[in-house]
Nanobody, 121 residues
Framework: QVQLAESGGGLVQPGGSLRLSCAAS????????MGWYRQAPGKQRELVAT???????NYADSVKGRFTISRDNVKNTVYLQMDSLKPEDTAVYYC???????????????WGQGTQVTVSS
């Protein structure tokens, strides 16, 4: 089992910044791919950004150039730096952590509890 602890959400004015953190603990294997997703009221959960075990990143078009995903392998933590926030970024943000042993096809998928981000004046 992997436990994920998210932090960093809150209320921010349009144009402001927030940094989300997701710290993992427990049975973490050597191959880890992580991501951030979000779900706004009345909408489906959508991908925001992912970072692979090798460090490759991928972003939703709506956040490209404003959000940056990064990871600290020593601390087993993934971050989401969010700049130039817009009201439409308001959502609950979820951390996703996928871990597997090197050479294994079996992976384990975990989700954080979610952290609220509200962008409003």
């Amino acid at each position: 089992q992997v436990q994920l602890a998210e932090s960093g959400g809150g209320l921010v004015q349009p144009g402001g910044s927030l940094r989300l953190s997701c710290a993992a603990s427990g049975s973490i294997f050597s191959i880890n791919n992580m991501g951030w997703y979000r779900q706004a009221p009345g909408k489906q959960r959508e991908l925001v950004a992912t970072i692979s075990n090798g460090g490759s990143t991928n972003y939703a078009d709506s956040v490209k150039g404003r959000f940056t995903i990064s990871r600290d392998n020593v601390k087993n933590t993934v971050y989401l730096q969010m700049d130039s926030l817009k009201p439409e970024d308001t959502a609950v943000y979820y951390c996703n952590w996928n871990t597997r042993r090197y050479g294994s096809r079996t992976s384990y998928d975990y989700w954080g509890q979610g952290t609220q981000v509200t962008v409003s004046s």
